[in-house]
Structure formats: structure tokens, C-alpha cells
């Protein structure tokens, strides 16, 4: 049973999908550094493609996305993706090896599936394209039959579908309407096209979720058979994501509460046979991800924990992240204004941070803690966190060894809490994240 310690999790703190986060980003890494970055890269390489749009909006949700409803909207969008396909493809040299190929949103699933099938053949024309595993996120609410062919022609390989929650009134209160025949069906489709590896993403901490509710939403995501699981706290931000102030405050559970879902996740997803992945991930013995786990071949990268050890990812569409060993650069988010960079054959990239000798070095620290609970860490470091360090030794949560750190199992929900010890950054004090749980 895990112990809950809310002074060690009142503090917000970042999911650490990079470090520096985005919250650090600033106007001085732009273009001509994303443009020098491709040009020193070789070896293997990422690609993540974003489409940024849904046919419908989740009132949680925390993308950067807009409503798929006009035709013109979304053809000027995919012309400008094609144009920046093509620019960055004369960019990166020959050298360069795409190894992985992942396409998110917003929904991929928004578009045709024809235009999906032209963007890898764009993608295919433009890179050196090296037998790449490809994913892509989707949304069961929009998935059909030629998704499902078109899927296959391409050999998308590994899926992940939001699920959020199977209980008809928590999906009434978020904004998504999802039956559960429509999510079996779905993964009948998917199977049948190719897919090897399925994840679907799950939610505690919704308004109006008991454990009961989340329990059934458990089993039957079990009995569904998903590969893989991500099980996220929703963070309610109204101030930052206006459309969550259609969500009832009032219904949320409370961080306790919240805790103890958490928790019940873990149990109930180990005790059906997934191996916990991270904080918050979990995979079945035999996918790659759980293979990863055992090999201690872990990353944590812009989509999560990943077997991906690429040290460069190259981030396409309106606000999609590079990310470089010396820095990390993001793209205009504003469509119209991306589209308008593009119709110039200009980058889009307009704000980064170049990552310091010392920001890599705390970004292994930071992976490492977060992936395998443990991290080598130099004696002045160390004495430099002492003093916040001392309440999750005290509580048996974190032992400190001659090398590092060492999380112990039942820190798991404080490893993010453990990782901002070492981030420098957050002696800002402005409240841009979510709790730990």
C-alpha cells in the first residue's frame, strides 16, 4: 500500500517529457539554430508529425487542437505541412537514419485517410526512411474502415487510443461521448490492419469518478486486451485551458482521493499481469516497452515513455518540439501563422533553449530517476538538495547511496516530485503545472 505524504506532492511540478520543459522556451532559439542542428545530425533519428485538429473537442483536454470542420481549414494546413516536409527533408543530411515515425494531435484521424497516405508518401520521398517503426495516436470516435486500410497499406505498427474512462456519465461530464462497443470495435480494426501493440490512455482524478467507476473502466480495458496503458491524473487548469471551465469543479476528487486512484490503478493493472512502466505507463510481458523495462533500455521523450533511444527528434506541424543534445526548439503554434511562414519556404521553429552542459547532465539525472529509479549523482549535487531531499529520505521514500539516489518501489508516485529536486528552474514560482498525482 502506498503511503500518502501530501506535503511531498503539494508542490506542482512537470511531467519531464523534456529538460528543459517548454516552460523555459524563449525567442532566442529559433530558426537559424533548428536549421544548424539538422545540419550537424547523423545517425538515428525521430520524426513526430502533428495534426492539429479533433471533429470534436474534449473539454479536458490540454492540446494544442481545433475542431476539424471545414474543409478549407484543414487543406491549407496539410498543403503547409507537405511544404514543411519538404524543406526540412533538404535540411537533414543523407546521413541521418528515420527510425521512428509517429503521427499525433490533436487526432491523426481528423484528415482522410487519403491525405494521411499522401503525407507518408511525402514523408517517404523527402527522408531517408529506415524500415521505421510507426505509431499514432487515434480516436475511436472517428475511426472507420478505410482508416483501417489505409493504416495497414502504410504499416503503422503501434496504436494508442483515448479512452479516458468506459462510465457514460463521467464521459458526459468531460465532453466525450465514446461508447464501448465503439472502442472494441475499433480494436478488432485495428488488429485486423497490423497493429501489434495497442495503448490505450486511461484517466483518474475525472468529475464524478469513484473508484468503482474507475475500476470497470480497468477491467474492461483489460479485457480488451490493450498492450500497453497510460493511466493520467486529469489537471484541472481553467485559467490556462478555457475550454475546462465547462468541467464542474465541484465533482473533482480531491488530492487524496486522487492518490488512492492512482494506486488503485497500479495494483489492479500488476495483479492482471502488466508490467509497470515509469510512474504512469504499464505494458504487458513481450512489448517493446516492457522489454525496455527489463533490458533497462528506458527513455521518457515528447510522447511518454518510449523504447526509442534516438538522440534526435524532429518535430513537424504547427507547434510540434525538436529536440537536439544541445537544444530543444518548437514550432509556431498559431496555425494561420505557421501556414504563412511556410507559404514563404521559411522554418517555423520561433522559440527554444539551448541546453547547457549542465542542463544535460541533469536531464540524464532526471530521465534516469524517472525511468529506472536511480540516478548517479556527484557528492556537491547531492549536498546542494540536501536540505529538500531529507524529508523523502526521512520517510523512506528515497536512499541515498555512495553513487546517487535510489527510489524505492513505494516512491513511485513521488518520482516526479523527486526529479523537480534537480531542476533549477523551478525556483520559479509561477504555477504552470499540475500536481504529482
Avoid at 524563449?26 to 525521430?46: I, K
Avoid at 473539454?59 to 481549414?73: D, F, I, K, V
Avoid at 495497414?152 to 483515448?162: K, Y
Avoid at 529520505?393 to 536512499?399: D, F, M, R
Wanted: proline fraction near 6%; charge should be negative.
Amino acid at each position: 500500500m502506498w503511503h500518502y505524504h501530501p506535503d511531498l506532492l503539494a508542490a506542482p511540478v512537470p511531467r519531464y517529457t523534456s529538460f528543459p520543459t517548454a516552460a523555459e522556451f524563449g525567442p532566442s532559439v529559433g530558426a537559424g539554430e533548428f536549421e544548424a542542428a539538422l545540419a550537424r545530425t547523423s545517425g538515428d533519428v525521430s520524426l513526430y508529425v502533428h495534426i492539429p485538429f479533433c471533429e470534436e473537442i474534449c473539454w479536458y483536454c490540454g492540446c494544442n487542437t481545433g475542431r476539424s470542420n471545414r474543409h478549407a481549414r484543414l487543406a491549407s494546413y496539410l498543403d503547409a505541412l507537405h511544404r514543411e516536409i519538404a524543406l526540412v527533408g533538404t535540411l537533414l543530411p543523407p546521413s541521418a537514419k528515420v527510425r521512428r515515425l509517429a503521427f499525433g494531435g490533436g487526432s491523426p484521424n481528423a484528415i482522410a485517410p487519403t491525405d494521411f497516405v499522401r503525407l507518408m508518401l511525402s514523408l517517404t520521398h523527402a527522408f531517408a526512411l529506415s524500415n521505421p517503426v510507426i505509431s499514432i495516436e487515434l480516436d475511436p470516435r472517428s475511426l472507420d474502415e478505410a482508416w483501417g486500410t489505409a493504416l495497414a497499406g502504410v504499416g503503422v505498427t503501434q496504436a494508442s487510443l483515448g479512452v479516458q474512462t468506459t462510465d457514460a456519465g463521467i464521459q458526459a461530464a468531460i465532453g466525450r461521448i465514446q461508447p464501448l462497443h465503439l472502442v472494441e470495435a475499433c480494436c478488432d480494426l485495428l488488429r485486423k490492419a497490423g497493429v501489434t501493440s495497442l495503448n490505450f490512455d486511461l484517466m483518474y482524478g475525472l468529475p464524478g469518478q469513484t473508484a468503482a467507476a474507475l475500476e470497470d473502466t480497468l477491467r474492461e480495458a483489460v479485457r480488451m486486451g490493450a498492450d500497453r496503458m497510460a493511466l493520467f491524473g486529469y489537471a484541472h487548469v481553467p485559467h490556462m485551458l478555457a475550454r475546462q471551465r465547462r468541467i464542474d469543479a465541484s465533482a473533482l476528487p480531491d488530492q487524496q482521493t486522487r492518490f488512492r486512484m492512482a494506486e488503485q490503478g497500479y495494483s489492479h493493472l500488476v495483479a492482471a499481469g502488466y508490467l509497470p512502466v515509469g510512474f504512469d505507463h504499464f505494458a504487458l510481458p513481450g512489448d517493446p516497452l516492457a522489454k525496455a523495462v527489463q533490458d533497462g533500455r528506458l527513455h521518457r521523450n515528447f510522447q511518454g515513455f518510449t523504447d526509442d533511444a534516438a538522440p534526435v527528434l524532429v518535430g513537424l506541424g504547427a507547434s510540434a518540439i525538436s529536440a537536439f543534445p544541445e537544444i530543444i526548439v518548437q514550432n509556431e503554434k498559431n496555425a494561420g501563422r505557421y501556414q504563412m511562414l511556410l507559404s514563404q519556404d521559411r522554418l517555423t521553429s520561433i522559440r527554444g533553449i539551448d541546453r547547457s552542459r549542465v542542463d544535460q547532465s541533469r536531464a540524464r539525472i532526471i530521465e534516469d530517476l524517472l525511468c529506472h529509479g536511480r540516478a548517479e549523482i556527484d557528492e556537491t549535487l547531492l549536498g546542494e538538495t540536501a536540505s529538500r531531499l531529507a524529508p523523502f529520505i526521512e520517510k523512506g521514500l528515497v536512499e541515498r547511496q555512495s553513487s546517487g539516489l535510489v527510489l524505492r518501489e513505494e516512491a513511485r508516485p513521488y518520482a516526479r516530485s523527486v526529479a523537480a529536486l534537480f531542476d533549477p528552474y523551478r525556483a520559479d514560482p509561477i504555477q504552470r503545472f499540475s500536481t504529482a498525482i
